[in-house]
């Protein structure tokens, strides 16, 4: 063995040293060198495991008690390395104040956790109780998960909770509580507390946290009686409250004024009281829907002073008109799914800011909707108006409005001047109606030149409509009854990229020559559902996706997609098919084919796909 080296020298280590000397505080041979001892590797071990001290020097017998009491000194066979850091079984601890045990089926709270844990998350278990020990020592906690276990408010103590001085997140959701716990920390910013049991909360459950911000109290049982005046007094930093599907009748009156989010949706509120929210100036989002809320459970001034609100939703009410004292900020009102029958001039022109109006499934008839219902609404781009039972495009529509909605009515006719005050149309959706083509008149689209998406779904069409804008891109035109595809009607359409006519009486004698080169862009062709006997000829260039199931095609010919080399998916579902109907050759130039559906015919038929070439490999 080599010599250790000296003090102060540089470390070289002769070959099968003991390698270059330690730094920090100074070791046993380090002592015995200074006291002249021969470093001796014999001498040295028995210095250690006797403690013996040399009979010649004096200055030996006063160093070594001073060796051994030194606390900072290396014992013989201790690490140098720090201990192991101290984890519950089968959790993980990533950091030293972090600890998880999540979905580990635990039914007992783990015995071992560090104490300094500042993180601790054991959601996705089988917990009954808490015990007030274990948790009361973790007193650094600032985030408590417990989320999807099997608690109640008897396993889970109140006292534990003021040991928690430090707790910022608390996550209970998804257990079986039946009271809220009475006290939480004053530290708390963010409590989940959803998806229990709750009938009651206490006044120091979420009262007197200056820094709480959001709360969580949906999918209880919590009523009016249980939710006390002054539940969240002294937490005027809270922004989310949510408290849907629970068991309110009223609007609760005491709520934080600084909320910006407030959900109570799916309760039974028939009632907001007067100044309930007169004082919430910063709220943007109020979500009422699915309640039990008629005209006379508002007034003028429930909304009215709610100057930053930009959402509100009553649909699934009891409403009978649209309510008074909307706020000009408003951006999206939804009053879907009510009983509003008539919307009168002036109701809506104080909102000024609207932009998307949702009115769909009311009995709203005709007359229902004012000529100047709209007036003043400059910046409305959406109206929904579905399932009504409108007999004509409504009159006195914005100018600049986009999205039209009227689905769902009893329109029968579209006159020339029908769509005239839109030209700033978009996405026109008129389909389940009760249009004609002979009640279609050729200037009705005329003026839409901005228009993209036309539907007239499941109306009683023949042929295609006149007068289509050279804007459009996406027609839809299914389960009407079109028997014959012209040119003429199509002559415009050089931007149309999808073309819906499955289910109408469509064959291929009907479909004029020349229809398809009308439509040089189009790429999504349906005729499913119709009574083609084979595939139509001269199919657009541009086809990528062709749906030609539910016919009577009965023979695919060597030339059926001569036309069509950028075809990606075909759909041949529930024809008349046989494998011997097929040519070979039919598939040979579609070198872009992914998909082809051939299932549901008279047998199976196979199509083999044709090889793509490889791309060539660079050197």
Known sequence: MGCCCSHGDDPVPEPGGVGPCPQGPPLPGEILSQLHVPCQ??????????????????????????????????????SLQPPPRVCPPRCSCPRDDTVSCDGLDLRLFPSNITKGAQHLSLQNNQLLEIPYNELSRLCYLRTLNLHNNQLSSD????????SLPDLQYIYLANNQLTVAPQFLPRSLRIADLAANRLMEIYPLTFGEKPDLRSVYLHDNQLTNTGLPFDAFHGSEAITTLILSNNRLSYLPPSLPSSLVRLHLQNNQIAKVPRGALGRHFQLRELYLQHNWLSNAGLDATTFSKL????????????????PEGLPPSLVILHLGRNQICHVPAGRLSGVRGLQYLLLQHNPLGPGGLDP???????GLHTL?????????????????????????????????????ATPSLVDLNL?????????????????????????????RLTLLPQGLPGSLQVLRLPRNQVNSLDPEPMSNLSMLQELHLGHNRLRVGAIMPGTWQEVPSLKLLDLSHNEL?????????????????????????????????????????????????ISPEAFLNLLHLDVVDTSGNPEPVIVRLPQRPRPPQAH
């Not at 541009?542 to 997609?561: D, K, M």
């Open 533 to 581: 006997s084979f595939v139509p000829p001269d199919l657009p260039e541009a086809l990528e996706f062709l749906y030609l199931q539910g016919n009577r095609i009965s023979t695919v010919g060597a030339q059926a997609f001569l036309t069509t080399p950028r075809l990606r998916a075909l759909v041949l579902r529930s024809n008349q098919l046989l494998m011997t109907s």
């Open 307 to 322: 100057k930053s609100l930009e959402y509100l939703d009553l649909s699934n009410n009891r409403l009978g008109e649209v």
């Open 41 to 78: 590797p014999m001498s040295l071990l028995l210095f250690l495991l006797l403690g013996c001290l040399p009979s010649h020097s004096q200055d030996a017998a006063t160093a070594l008690p001073i060796m051994t009491e030194d606390q900072n000194f290396p014992h013989l066979g201790e």
């Open 372 to 378: 100047a219902a709209f007036q003043g609404l400059r």
């Open 155 to 162: 396993g889970l103590p109140d006292e534990a909770f003021e």
């Open 431 to 459: 389909a389940h109606n009760r249009l004609t083509s002979a009640h279609l008149h050729h200037l009705a689209f005329c003026r839409l030149g901005h228009l993209r998406t036309l539907d007239l779904a499941g109306n």
């Open 384 to 420: 929904h108006l579905y399932a009504n039972g409108l007999e004509q495009v409504p009159l006195g529509l914005p100018r600049r409005l986009h999205a039209l909605m009227l689905p769902h009515n009893r329109i029968s006719e579209l006159g020339p001047r029908a769509l005239v």
